[in-house]
Nanobody, 120 residues
Framework: VQLVESGGGLVQAGGSLRLSCAYS????????MNWYRQAPGKKRELVAG????????EYGASVKGRFAISRDNAKNTMYLQMNSLKPQDTAVYYC??????????????WGQGTQVTVSS
């Protein structure tokens, strides 16, 4: 599974951005997909994600009500719409997928990340 993020950039506080994650390869093995972020000096944290088979959506407490995750399987793309951005949303955002491979193992795949910077 290959993941490629895009859509990051510099935005003023209160603005919006939409991140995209294009996925390819053995996409039929994908079990869950998530957005994570990591700010300088901080641990990587879950921003939003789909549970197994996309049945449930989960958001991190700090983004609930401002961010929205979506997925277009026809385009093999996952999105993160980010509204009302705050300086504390500044981080590198990563797309992550967990795939169930033929051996029965769960393997995590990560994109290269896209930088989001929110100025005050």
């Amino acid at each position: 599974v290959q993941l490629v993020e895009s859509g990051g950039g510099l935005v003023q506080a209160g603005g919006s951005l939409r991140l995209s994650c294009a996925y390819s390869g053995s996409t039929d093995q994908i079990n869950t997909m998530n957005w994570y972020r990591q700010a300088p000096g901080k641990k990587r944290e879950l921003v939003a994600g789909f549970s197994s088979a996309g049945g449930t959506i989960e958001y991190g407490a700090s983004v609930k009500g401002r961010f929205a995750i979506s997925r277009d399987n026809a385009k093999n793309t996952m999105y993160l719409q980010m509204n009302s951005l705050k300086p504390q949303d500044t981080a590198v955002y990563y797309c992550q997928a967990a795939a169930l491979i033929s051996t029965g193992q769960i393997v995590d795949y990560w994109g290269q990340g896209t930088q989001v910077t929110v100025s005050s």
